[in-house]
């Protein structure tokens, strides 16, 4: 399809008309100068501060002239300083950051350990090299054992303004992966669910379950048996709007359904056709038929895959359907 030209600023309904191939060469293109860019604006911080240029400018300081001079908001400039004088320290950072293998986030928690473990250039780059396409967890994770942070155990609970109660606590790895695996299941309960949300709803559902027992009637009583369904069962069908599957299908037993998690890892195993990435998601996970029961597909292991709730969607609109063959 041929691009669509423009001589000024870009209409955004220009893009409904470019083809999806076309629209992510664009948007890889855009990615790429973008990260270009924040490397030649992170040289350009160094330099200024070097110089104290900001000074001259009127500024007492170069977070001040970025913040009030230039107009960024304040955890952005903290972070484009930061990194940029972990660039003037370690130069090889630039093609990190060209590449997509760093970010401003990783760069500043780097140069933070820099500066109260006085860590040497050679030293710093190779943290970063364990750094490189780490999420922020991971990050953390990594430099935790790699400086050998101390561990915090304090556990803290302080009243806000507003009622609400602040809590600062420390998990055990076990624990954090019990909450973490609620959390995923709950995703069908809660799609943007906050760790607050999580611990609320499992706490009121255990109370729920222990004052009031088996024999409550009524919204409670519905609320704990649905979700301990869903932690039995951490799969649905999500149907469009007023709409009912055409075919009638045999349930899935709970015995497959484990089986089929643990094969999959607990993860969604949608990979992409081209690079062969696999999705990895542990969000609204739920069981999709790669055969529709439609089109004359079983209940057969071979058969059955899991999606998240995203790839189960885009499946079924791959197919031409409007619900999404989960049970």
């Known amino acids: 399809m041929t691009e669509p030209k423009h001589t000024g600023p870009l209409n955004p309904i220009e893009l409904t008309r470019v083809s999806n191939a076309e629209l992510i060469l664009r948007m890889e293109k855009l990615v790429r100068t973008e990260r270009k860019v924040t490397h030649l604006v992170l040289l350009h911080i160094a330099e200024i501060e070097s110089r104290k240029i900001y000074a001259d400018l009127g500024f007492d300081g170069m977070y001040s002239y970025l913040t009030k001079g230039l107009g960024y908001s304040e955890g952005s ?19 990190k950051i060209e590449d997509g293998r760093l970010n401003l986030t990783q760069l ?4 933070k350990c820099v500066k109260e473990n006085t860590l040497s250039s050679e030293e710093t780059l190779k943290v970063l090299e364990k750094l490189e396409n780490k999420n922020s967890f991971e990050t953390q994770k990594t430099l935790t054992f790699e400086l050998n942070l101390p561990v915090q155990t304090t556990e803290k609970i302080k009243p806000q303004a507003d009622e609400s109660i602040r809590m600062e606590l420390t998990l055990t790895k ?8 609620a959390k995923s299941l709950l995703s069908h309960i809660y799609p943007d669910g906050s760790w607050s949300d999580i611990i609320a709803k499992l706490a009121k559902e255990f109370n729920q379950q222990k004052l009031l027992g088996h024999s409550e009637i009524g919204e409670n009583s519905k609320k704990v048996s649905t979700l301990a369904s869903l932690l039995e069962n951490p799969t649905q069908c999500v149907l469009a709007a007023g709409e009912k599957p055409s075919v009638k299908r045999k349930s899935i037993s709970l015995g497959i359904r484990r089986q089929l998690l643990r094969k999959a890892g607990n993860c969604c195993e949608f990979k992409d056709p081209k690079n062969g990435k696999r999705c990895g998601s542990k ?36 197919r031409g359907l409007n619900y999404e063959f989960s049970s």
């Open 108 to 111: 500043t928690e780097v140069q």
């Open 174 to 181: 076990e624990q954090f992966d019990d909450l973490e695996q």
């Open 283 to 318: 969000y609204q996970l739920q069981i999709d038929h790669i055969q529709p029961v439609a089109f004359g597909g079983g209940n057969d292991l071979e058969n059955l895959r899991v999606l998240c709730r995203t790839h189960n969607l885009q499946a079924a609109r791959n």
């Open 77 to 95: 400039a903290y972070r484009r300083l930061q990194s940029s004088r972990l660039l003037k320290q370690v130069p090889e950072v630039a093609k």
